[in-house]
């Protein structure tokens, strides 16, 4: 357990002015004393949650690994009308089990094969149907607020262009894919309030084709996906190169300075800061706060980067149409066992092998990814519209947001933290209000803003931007 949980958390030396646009003073401070006890972490698997997490086996996942391993290849440009071996077997099988378990959401969950051509590319040599499996489960109240996880069901072998060598990609990612799967399985009995997708992309060895393809079509749809999960290489704990396995243990990597920033945005940050405070960044801190609990038996290990040195994963395709994405991977890679022609060498085994996948490690990690789109599904979605007033020279802070329309809306909180903190400190409910003045300088610590609803479930924060 990381110690940031256990920081005093003080919200008295906050106070709502008399110049706040809010009604019931007294109340506010009634509950910005019950907010300073919670504090400004940690948000405990509910009920419903706690049952979700339990029901993720890990068999059914080795099972899941185990059948992709033995399509052969999964290459790109391998057979797409063989019924036994190549990536078109593999993806009729995912979606023929999607679609069983999409049979239980009576109606909510639709399972559909998105398909297009992908030109010559540098690592696609002829024009090549490239085909993603896509699960979607529809919100009950706020279907038009979407969160999305993938899996990439492709794979490769030592020569990116080699289509017919065995290429298990058991780590990468027939984990990954495990995962979503069954995630899928498990959420589509249950409801939420927003639209979840569970997506197995192809093409990521070729360039994240799947996945640009997949986060494109949202962007041509006006589609509101408000965060992203690239499941990529979670396989294991144990690296199995004689150091000690992390089985406990998964990588979150958020991206800092937004790969979308506009030059107009650069501007603002070069100015004020906020380097730290992108979407992504306010994703990963509520994907800790949700997820690292006694109930995933995981500790979420946040990475202030978009990725690993020399590597890429379909979240960088969320990443590049403005979307807030993270990618998760296992501890410790052994690069032995990735992108490499199954083989014995001088003694070491290559390939990426189930042999050296741990089913309960990916059955903990698809219950990170369970808290977590469990908590962003059934929380009011994240803030919009939050600016700071920046129209005079104060010594205090002025927020303003655009109220959300989720039903079971209940109010806002105030997060806030020292500008060298990495995470939030102090939180301050002000309740269903859309604008709040704090006697705090803005100039001296960063502020958010993060909805609540009737049950207690947060969204991620939403850093203001400064307006006059
Ligand atoms: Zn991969």
């Not at 071996?85 to 239980?104: K, S, V």
């Not at 990612?173 to 995962?179: E, F, I, K, L, P």
């Amino acid at each position: 357990m990381t110690d940031h949980r256990e920081k005093p958390i003080s919200s008295r030396r906050a106070f709502l002015t008399a110049s706040a646009a809010v009604a019931a003073t007294p109340v506010l401070g009634a509950r910005a004393a019950h907010a300073g006890g919670r504090g400004a972490h940690g948000q405990s698997p509910d009920r419903q949650l706690r049952a979700l997490l339990r029901e993720i086996d890990p068999n059914r996942i080795g099972a899941i690994v185990t059948r992709l391993a033995a399509f052969g290849t999964r290459h790109t440009l391998s057979a797409q009308d063989d019924p036994a071996r190549g990536i078109g077997a593999a993806r009729d099988w995912i979606f023929e089990q999607l679609t069983t378990y999409a049979a239980a959401s009576g109606g909510r969950m639709t399972v559909e094969l998105q398909s297009f051509i992908q030109p010559v590319s540098p690592r696609v040599p002829v024009p090549t149907r490239i085909t993603n499996v896509v699960a979607t489960l529809r919100g009950d109240t706020d279907p038009d607020r979407v969160y999305v996880v993938t899996g990439h069901y492709d794979s490769r072998a030592t020569d990116v262009l080699d289509a017919t060598s065995d290429a298990p990609g058991a780590d990468d990612d027939a984990s990954g894919v495990a995962a979503i799967m069954e995630l899928a399985r498990v959420m589509a009995t249950r409801h939420t309030e927003a639209t979840v997708v569970f997506a197995a992309v192809a093409a990521e060895e070729q360039g994240l084709y799947g996945s640009d393809y997949l986060a494109q079509q949202f962007k041509n749809a006006g589609t509101d996906v408000q965060a992203m999960f690239s499941n990529d290489i979670v396989g294991t704990g144990d690296a199995h190169d004689g150091s000690s396995p992390d089985p406990r243990t998964v990588r979150l990597f958020v991206e800092g300075v937004p790969t979308a920033e506009t030059a107009a945005e650069a501007t603002v940050r070069k100015s004020v800061g906020g380097e730290n405070d992108g979407p992504s960044r306010q994703l990963g801190r509520f994907v800790r706060d949700v997820a690292e609990n006694p109930q995933t038996g995981m500790k979420v290990r946040v990475i202030w980067r978009r990725d690993r040195y020399l590597r890429g994963s379909d979240h960088i395709s969320f990443l590049l149409r403005g979307y807030p994405a993270a990618r998760l991977t296992e501890p410790r890679e052994n690069f032995a066992h990735e992108h490499q022609d199954v083989r014995v060498e001088n003694g070491i085994q290559y390939g990426d092998l189930v042999e050296f996948c741990d089913f309960k490690y990916i059955a903990r990690v698809a219950r990170v990814n369970a808290a977590a789109l469990w908590s962003l599904a059934q929380a009011p979605g994240t803030p919009k519209g939050v600016v700071i007033d920046t129209t005079q020279l104060t010594n205090e802070t002025t927020l303003r947001w655009q109220r959300g329309t989720s039903p079971d809306l209940t109010g806002y909180e105030v997060v806030w933290r020292e500008t060298t903190a990495p995470d939030w400190t102090n939180v301050l409910a002000v309740g269903d209000v859309t604008t709040v003045t704090i006697d705090l300088s803005k100039d001296n610590v960063f502020f958010g803003v993060r909805a609540v609803d009737r049950d207690g479930h947060r969204s991620p924060v939403a850093a203001p931007l400064p307006a006059g």
